[in-house]
Nanobody, 123 residues
């Protein structure tokens, strides 16, 4: 079984800072891509930032210049540092990880999701 556990959410005022953490644990061989997505009520889930094994990262336009994604490869963890938070950043943030797994017959990569953590930014 695999678990992605997020932490670090909360409520801040506009201009504030939060650092989200996500740790993957369970039965897998290695971690490929990890990322953060967010979803607000009535809106579709959107990508915030992703980072692949060799460290290349991708950000949404809303996140560029304010958010930084990083990984701790020894802990199978991904972090999202969020600065200058705005009310528009209010959402449930979900961690995602592409995990390499195997059966006795073959190897495969499967995407897993955390349950999500709330980030609320007051004006």
């Amino acid at each position: 079984q695999v678990q992605l556990v997020e932490s670090g959410g909360g409520s801040v005022r506009a201009g504030g800072y939060l650092r989200l953490s996500c740790v993957a644990s369970g039965n897998f061989i290695s971690v490929a891509k990890m990322g953060w997505y967010r979803q607000s009520p009535g809106k579709q889930r959107e990508m915030v930032a992703e980072i692949v094994t060799h460290g290349h990262s991708t950000y949404s336009e809303a996140a560029k210049g304010r958010f930084t994604i990083s990984r701790d490869y020894t802990r199978n963890a991904v972090f999202l540092e969020m600065s200058n938070l705005q009310p528009s950043d209010t959402a449930t943030y979900h961690c995602s990880a592409d995990l390499r797994q195997s059966t006795p017959e073959y190897f495969y990569t499967q995407e897993w999701w955390g349950l999500g953590i709330q980030v609320t930014v007051a004006s």
